[in-house]
């Protein structure tokens, strides 16, 4: 029997090598694929933060686009179970526990940047509005802000003070939240004081300068008078608050008696005229003013 042929060894050899190759081929390209999108996802993030000056999150994917978008958009989608109720619940009788992760995108300059988690995409939203980057309203932002003119356009007509008794006359405890979101919309922090635990006051607020203030809510018929007394009943209550101003807020008026006494221990009133004059619609933003002129 001869010797066998170099050439059978050298492709039994290469068979080998084959062989052993096969399954590690795809794990490597799949690797050196991996390695180059996470380069180039580096270098998005560098340029991204060069131009806005803002960090995108490491969860976050950066792309360039073709076009320029001056005034950002953006779109927010929310994870979602697959097999679910109308509610959005998961349906407990299907043993399927798969989550669609859908992405939230923000179309900036020519960035395009999405992400599966909302709080994160909008937290960066957050920041670059924050930064002086012009960002439109999405969806909900749109829906949110139409719901709050429409208050205070409830708010702030004049003359609309007996409609706002009306709104209240059922249930006028719900005047508090009425009055605390009107604060809030003057950019002051407020807060309504939970009816178990009401000290003589309504709400806490603290205003734009870091100021502190507890108030009182009262919704009444606009030919009711409230009396010095019921003003010393929140004087009173700040003896213990130590809140550095007291604010007490109507539907109606008050007794000279009781403006006399406001004065005298700063207090400030707000009667319902004072609800819809100009010395609160100036808080308002000038592009929303004309809607309640």
Same mark, same amino acid.
């Given at each position: 029997?001869g010797? !066998?042929?170099?050439?059978?060894?050298?492709? #039994?050899l290469f068979f080998? *090598? +084959?062989?052993?190759?096969t399954?590690?081929i795809p794990?490597?390209i799949e690797y050196?694929?991996?390695k180059r999108?996470?380069?180039k996802?580096?270098?998005?993030?560098?340029?991204? %933060?060069k131009?806005?000056?803002i960090?995108? !999150? !490491?969860?976050?994917l950066?792309y360039?686009?073709?076009?320029?978008q001056?005034i950002?958009?953006f @779109?927010m989608?929310?994870p979602?179970?697959e097999?679910?109720?109308?509610?959005?619940?998961?349906a407990?009788r299907s043993?399927?526990m @798969?989550?669609h992760q859908?992405?939230s995108?923000? #179309?900036?300059?020519q960035?395009q940047?999405?992400?599966?988690?909302p *709080?994160?995409?909008?937290?960066?939203?957050?920041?670059?509005r924050?930064?002086?980057?012009?960002?439109? %309203? &999405?969806a909900?932002e749109q829906?949110?802000?139409e $719901?709050?003119l429409r208050?205070?356009n409830t708010?702030?007509?004049?003359g609309?003070?007996?409609?706002i008794?009306?709104? #209240?006359?059922d249930d006028?405890?719900?005047f508090?939240?009425f &009055?605390?979101d009107m #604060?809030?919309h003057?950019?002051w922090?407020?807060s309504?004081?939970?009816p178990?635990r009401?000290?003589? *006051?309504?709400?806490?607020l &603290?205003?734009?300068?870091?100021n502190?203030f507890?108030?009182?809510c009262k919704c009444?018929?606009?030919k009711h008078?409230?009396? @010095?007394?019921?003003?010393?009943?929140?004087?009173?209550?700040?003896?213990?608050?130590?809140?550095?101003g007291t604010?007490?807020i109507?539907?109606?008026? *008050?007794? $000279?008696?009781?403006?006399a %006494?406001?004065?005298?221990?700063?207090?400030?009133? +707000?009667?319902?005229?004072?609800?819809? @004059?100009?010395?609160?619609m100036?808080?308002?933003p +000038?592009d929303?003013q004309?809607?309640?002129?």
């Amino acid at each position: 029997m001869g010797n !066998p042929s170099p050439y059978a060894l050298y492709y #039994f050899l290469f068979f080998i *090598f +084959i062989i052993i190759l096969t399954p590690i081929i795809p794990v490597l390209i799949e690797y050196i694929d991996k390695k180059r999108k996470e380069d180039k996802q580096k270098r998005y993030r560098e340029e991204f %933060y060069k131009h806005y000056k803002i960090h995108v !999150p !490491p969860t976050m994917l950066v792309y360039p686009t073709t076009t320029t978008q001056d005034i950002g958009i953006f @779109r927010m989608r929310y994870p979602a179970w697959e097999r679910r109720n109308k509610d959005g619940t998961h349906a407990g009788r299907s043993n399927n526990m @798969r989550i669609h992760q859908h992405s939230s995108e923000l #179309f900036i300059g020519q960035w395009q940047l999405a992400g599966s988690n909302p *709080f994160v995409v909008y937290n960066l939203i957050l920041q670059l509005r924050a930064a002086g980057v012009a960002i439109a %309203y &999405c969806a909900e932002e749109q829906r949110k802000r139409e $719901a709050i003119l429409r208050r205070m356009n409830t708010r702030y007509n004049t003359g609309s003070i007996d409609a706002i008794v009306e709104q #209240f006359s059922d249930d006028p405890v719900k005047f508090e939240p009425f &009055c605390a979101d009107m #604060f809030r919309h003057l950019g002051w922090q407020a807060s309504v004081t939970p009816p178990s635990r009401d000290g003589g *006051f309504d709400l806490t607020l &603290c205003d734009t300068n870091g100021n502190t203030f507890i108030a009182e809510c009262k919704c009444y018929n606009r030919k009711h008078r409230i009396g @010095r007394h019921v003003l010393q009943k929140l004087q009173g209550a700040n003896a213990t608050q130590l809140a550095q101003g007291t604010i007490f807020i109507t539907t109606s008026d *008050f007794t $000279a008696d009781a403006i006399a %006494y406001a004065r005298q221990v700063n207090m400030r009133l +707000i009667d319902g005229a004072t609800l819809i @004059r100009q010395d609160i619609m100036r808080h308002i933003p +000038i592009d929303m003013q004309y809607r309640y002129g």
